[in-house]
């Protein structure tokens, strides 16, 4: 019943949205951006201090006596190994970001840094630092804590894989199951929606500009719209057929596609540059991590607005996507402990993203600064295919890509639709196709209005807005996590520690 509302209401309210975008989407975009404003500049601090708590909230995880728990049964076994575990929960993660601002966002900092002059040797490891930040620890920290709760509450507590169910123990069930339940998971559902379209913006956007560079497609808002028509179709063909399979081998073919291309960059560009930049840039990132995630610059507007624009904006933008990869680790993360389940969440696709981020930014600054080549000047969606046209078998790297951005917005989608039908069916671990289906739907129309009503700055601003809410509501979760891992660790349930056998003598 519960799950019917929920359906009801979020379809209600995502059509009216859809229409609104249509029919008058200048005063769409006058509403948003005055609320995008009015939430950068008021509620800043509050951003940065919460990404902040879920970092420390999660090396407790992992080294308090919480790690012990088990996700699920003491006898329940993980149901995908441990490669396919890492492909599907970091493909969900970050996926067509790692494309579209892997080339742009370090030259972006590097040209105009938080601080300082810009196009200079310190701008550019500055650079590289803050975008390691904003894809680094926070982001997987908040994501981490989040799909610990869901998949806890649902493995453990035998409660539905709703975002309202893991505040029971805070607010009570009769609440939970009540309006009260129903609205958390409506917001749950519409920071999901606005967090996904974004993706889905900048990956069509992305698509677009490598078709135009690789045979001189027109870069334009029709184009767009027929990419997203396209993919469309294919991502709900792929969450149709369910996790075990569509969704689950294209996580695999994104890595493998994802890997195949960090290395060629790697060995196709400066090298040793590389190598020497991500050690130096992961030293003074560790260093001066406190810092940079808790900075604001109260007493400079420019430097305050630089922070706004980018820091404050991530935390949002993790923060309205942790109803969707949250469920999605969890559905795939039974069977391990709290301290596995927290370090590989937390460690090993942060240490990728730092990577990634040093090997394709790193080689568009490096050219910059030896061969004066303007790749910051270049549109967020063309920097990255201005590298490849620097370097060796640049046509084939720029193809590689096109195909990586679309695999990882099928899997974008799919994965949201599915996740977007487990929150609207009462949790249901395999949602209707005709409710993956609609929300599928639902998500491409409401891409198109935010890319119709403003483009990267509509996509920007709604993610802004619907985090908001969402924060306080991880909030309540953390509490009730902590709450209950009391409760589990005061009657024992934890996994007992190996005996070992004695030797035959």
Not at 284 to 309: D, H, K, V
Not at 421 to 436: A, E, I
Request: with cysteine.
């Amino acid at each position: 019943m519960k799950g019917n509302k929920t359906l009801l209401i979020s379809v209600g309210i995502a059509i009216l949205f859809v229409l609104i975008g249509v029919l008058i989407p200048g005063r769409l975009a006058d509403a948003m951006n005055a609320s995008q404003a009015f939430v950068l500049v008021n509620f800043g601090w509050f951003y940065q201090l919460i990404a902040t708590f879920f970092l420390i909230f999660a090396i407790i995880m992992i080294v308090g006596p919480f790690g012990k728990i088990k996700l699920g049964k003491p006898d329940d076994k993980p149901e995908y190994n441990r490669l396919t575990w890492i492909a599907m929960l970091f493909s969900a993660g970050m996926g067509i970001g790692l494309l579209f601002y892997g080339v742009s966002e370090p030259v972006s900092h590097f040209a105009t840094p938080p601080y300082g002059e810009g196009g200079t040797e310190e701008s550019a490891v500055l650079g590289l630092r803050y975008t390691i930040l904003h894809w680094g620890l926070h982001a997987w920290a908040i994501y981490a804590i989040v799909a610990l709760a869901l998949a806890y509450f649902k493995f453990n507590r035998g409660a539905p894989g709703l975002m309202s169910a893991t505040l029971t123990p805070v607010i009570g069930e009769k609440r939970a199951k009540g309006g009260m339940g129903i609205a958390v998971d409506v917001i749950a559902v519409f920071a999901t929606l606005f967090g996904v379209a974004a993706s889905l913006g900048l990956g069509s956007q992305q698509i677009n500009s490598g078709l135009q560079y690789l045979i001189g497609i027109p870069y334009n808002f029709g184009i767009q719209l027929t990419i997203m028509a396209v993919v469309t179709v294919l991502f709900i063909v792929s969450a149709s057929t369910g996790i075990s399979k569509g969704i689950k081998w294209l996580s695999n073919i994104n890595m493998s596609l994802a890997v195949l291309l960090l290395f060629a960059m790697l060995v196709l560009g400066p090298t040793l540059f590389i190598l020497n930049l991500f050690v130096n840039t992961l030293g003074e990132y560790l260093q001066n991590l406190p810092r940079m995630g808790l900075r604001l610059s109260p007493f400079n507007s420019q430097e305050a607005e630089w922070t706004q624009a980018w820091t404050i904006f991530y935390w949002a933008w993790w923060i309205s996507w942790t109803p969707f990869v949250g469920m999605f680790i969890a559905r795939v993360s039974k069977g391990r402990t709290v301290r596995e389940f927290t370090i590989a969440v937390l460690l090993i696709p942060a240490a990728l993203c730092a990577f990634w981020f040093t090997v394709f930014g790193g080689t568009g600054i490096h050219l910059e600064l030896t061969q004066g080549i303007d790749i910051s000047g270049q549109s967020i969606e063309t920097a990255l295919f201005m590298v490849y046209d620097q370097l060796p078998f640049g046509a084939i790297l720029s193809a590689l890509s096109v195909l990586l951005i679309t695999t990882f917005f099928i899997t974008s989608a799919d994965s949201a639709t599915f996740v977007l039908g487990m929150q609207t069916t009462g949790g249901m671990l395999n949602p209707p196709n005709r409710v993956k289906i609609t929300w599928g739907l639902i998500l491409s129309a409401s891409t198109l209005v935010l890319l119709g009503s403003g483009g990267l700055s509509a996509l920007q601003t709604a993610i802004i807005v619907s985090a908001l809410p969402l924060t306080f509501i991880l909030l309540v979760m953390s509490y009730s996590l902590v709450k209950s891992f009391n409760q589990d660790i005061k009657a024992g349930r934890t996994i007992p520690p190996r005996r070992k056998e004695k030797p035959l003598r």
